[in-house]
């Protein structure tokens, strides 16, 4: 059984993008409680854009992930964990338009610490320039939101055609205590996927106050 959702969102937020059924404008909890789900499969018309199950009433994310340009979905990566939907679920997409400044890029982040897990944000970022990315929600650094947790992994997307050259944490002192280094997504020489520009996970990262997490991009 499939079930086709959609939206008309607005960029930079979770607040209102609330997909709902296109038979009978339901959302994912009221129109299929109790049923089991394994396959997410979210499309964008340009830019990027995350997506997450959550309860609306606990604000407890269930399943997560990232979408894929209009055309370009991968049906083995829209895979997710068997879940059982809840009555109270919802299904939510948080999209960045392309950056209407040349030589900047948008990007969104996934990541995953012993607190859960929480979308990041970085807009504006100038081409070849470490910037902080910080929570959508609250734009809180990392060493605010997850002080003295640990980050597992970390799944990265820039907007179209933008490149990921790499994402780096420093400690309080500026010290540099991880890197890793991207790439490009979709169509282009080098990408390994159709989502996500980086993906690490296994990391263990210990999160001091104070921390920063920064990423450097390349715009298309």
Excluded at 90 to 103: E, G, I, K, R, Y
Excluded at 182 to 190: E, F, H, S, Y
Aim: contains cysteine; glycine residues 10%.
């Amino acid at each position: 059984m499939s079930k086709s959702f959609a939206v008309t969102a607005t960029d930079g937020v979770w607040d209102g993008n609330i997909m709902i059924d296109t038979v009978g404008s339901n959302p994912l909890g009221i129109l299929i409680p109790g049923q089991v789900i394994d396959k997410v499969c979210v499309q964008y018309t340009a830019g990027a854009c995350a997506w997450r199950i959550i309860d609306s009433n606990t604000m407890v994310v269930k399943r997560r992930g990232l979408g894929a340009l209009a055309s370009y979905s991968d049906n083995q990566y829209c895979t997710i964990q068997p879940y059982t939907v809840q009555k109270t679920d919802t299904l939510q997409v948080f999209p960045v338009a392309v950056d209407a400044t040349a030589n900047q890029s948008n990007v969104l982040m996934w990541v995953q610490s012993r607190a859960g897990i929480e979308l990041y944000y970085g807009t504006d970022i100038v081409d070849a320039t470490a910037t902080e990315i910080k929570t959508a929600v609250n734009a809180q650094g990392v060493g605010d939101s997850i002080f003295g947790s640990a980050i597992s992994s970390m799944t990265i997307q820039a907007e179209d055609g933008a490149t990921i050259t790499n994402v780096e944490l420093f400690d309080a002192s500026g010290g540099l205590v991880y890197t890793a280094y991207g790439t490009k997504r979709g169509l282009n020489p080098g990408s390994r996927s159709n989502y996500f520009n980086l993906h690490v996970d296994r990391l263990g990262l210990n999160i001091g106050k104070a921390f920063v997490l920064k990423v450097t991009t390349v715009s298309a």
